[in-house]
């Protein structure tokens, strides 16, 4: 199966971690990380300073639409090779260089006199940023062995938020001192520099024959999925329905959260201060806990463990709500929920990396990762009706159950995930 098949070979013990090639799945997470909050976050403060009405603000946020349908024109990415430096690391200097000229184009716009020309470079921002995100996603997975992809996700997701987190606390710290074209300037500047890294890193081996025609390129990711009849005994369908399900009722209870601490009688600062600051840590721990996991234990292990503690954890908002207005208890219920959180997005991470053909990489893990974004995006619509009609215990508690038909799932890719990702790649 070409998708059990890495790039590199699995370490055994805890040398893995000093594998230069995490450290650039890290690196690679800041990249990716960087341009996010430049059309949401220091984009909305730029547009509230020019006095722009919160209607447009609003309106301006379907700028980051690309982010959802990059499965679209991730074909091309595996089709095509560009400027000779190979498939995944060519369509990174272009998207990077791109996005550096894109960043540097919003920051000469004025939003109080053109702001259809903000919209315009925004849209470019989010556009050439979903379009490195795929080649990032599909690097990561070729460069990387199948019991290595849980720590790559980790050390992608530490760079990640450390991009946003130098966009969304230093950007606005440094917009009061030098305005907010002078960051968008100087944002472009580090995305620039990014390119360096692209450079330096060596192209993925082993990955697969490129599709020679765009036909293949844009209908041969589902046929080929689709077609895994033997690879895959429980069917193509079975394995989507686990994408969609198994952080279903964990974004269910997330998205309703911060009503609900309110509800309880809990003050923004605290809701800021607990769930916001504190409740980074235990997510970003439980990132690092599950990619381990991964490479310890393997694949179905980490699936099922995190699994089962994404469902007891979403029970905690239960407890929580018959408590109270109680810190410590927040607390508790939110460093347990981030933990195992951050536990389950490492390990579906790693499956859907499990489930690419290296043909194939760049659309297929966009078309994954974009079925796993419905229940957060789509799915949780009816959350605020489902928690005014049943009461907050009953909501949380049923948020809990949902996860049991995801785990019976899993249970039917036992033997399938225990034989293809416990197969280390060849040197």
Do not use: C
């Not at 463990?305 to 029970?315: C, F, I, K, M």
């Amino acid at each position: 199966m070409a998708s059990t098949v890495a790039a590199a070979a699995v370490r055994p013990g805890w040398e893995v971690l000093a594998s230069g090639r995490l450290w650039i799945a890290g690196l690679m997470g800041f990249a990716g990380g960087l341009p996010l909050l430049l059309t949401i976050t220091l984009l909305q403060a730029w547009l509230s300073s020019a006095q722009v009405s919160l209607t447009t603000i609003g309106l301006l946020g379907l700028v980051g639409l690309p982010y959802n349908v990059k499965f679209l024109w991730a074909p091309l990415l595996d089709r095509f090779v560009p400027l000779g430096l190979g498939r995944r690391r060519g369509w990174l200097v272009v998207a990077q260089l791109s996005l550096a000229a894109s960043i540097f184009a919003l920051g000469l716009q004025d939003p109080a006199q053109r702001l259809w020309a903000v919209a315009l470079a925004a849209l470019a921002v989010a556009f050439f940023s979903a379009t490195q995100d795929v080649v990032i996603d599909a690097y990561r997975r070729e460069s990387l062995a199948d019991a290595e992809q849980g720590l790559g996700a980790s050390m992608y997701t530490y760079g990640y938020r450390l991009g946003m987190l130098v966009v969304s606390a230093g950007g606005l710290v440094m917009a009061d001192r030098i305005g907010f074209r002078a960051v968008y300037f100087g944002m472009a500047a580090i995305m620039l520099a990014m390119v360096a890294v692209t450079l330096l890193a060596p192209e993925p081996g082993g990955s697969g024959e490129r599709p020679r025609t765009l036909k293949t390129a844009f209908l041969g990711p589902f046929g080929e999925f689709f077609r895994r009849r033997d690879e895959m005994p429980s069917g193509a369908i079975a394995v989507l329905a686990f994408i969609l399900l198994y952080k279903l009722g964990d974004n269910l209870a997330s998205h309703m959260s911060i009503p609900f601490y309110l509800d309880l009688g809990f003050s923004n600062s605290e809701i800021g201060t607990v769930v916001k600051f504190f409740g980074l840590w235990p997510l970003l721990f439980g990132v690092f806990v599950g990619g381990v996991l991964n490479l310890r234990a393997g694949l179905y292990r980490a699936l099922i463990v995190s699994g089962v503690l994404q469902g007891v954890s979403t029970a905690g908002f239960a407890v929580l709500s018959l408590v109270g207005d109680d810190r410590w208890w927040l607390a508790a219920v939110i460093g347990f929920e981030n933990l195992s959180q951050g536990m389950g997005t490492a390990a579906l991470i790693a499956f859907m990396a499990f489930l690419t053909d290296r043909r194939f990489t760049a659309t297929q893990f966009a078309m994954f990762s974009a079925l796993a974004g419905v229940p957060r995006v789509v799915l949780t619509a009816p959350t605020g009706w489902m928690a005014t009609q049943m009461g907050w215990a009953p909501f949380f508690i049923f948020s809990a159950l949902v996860a049991i038909p995801g785990l019976l799932l899993l249970l039917a890719f036992r033997a399938w995930l225990q034989d293809g990702a416990s197969k280390p790649a060849p040197a």
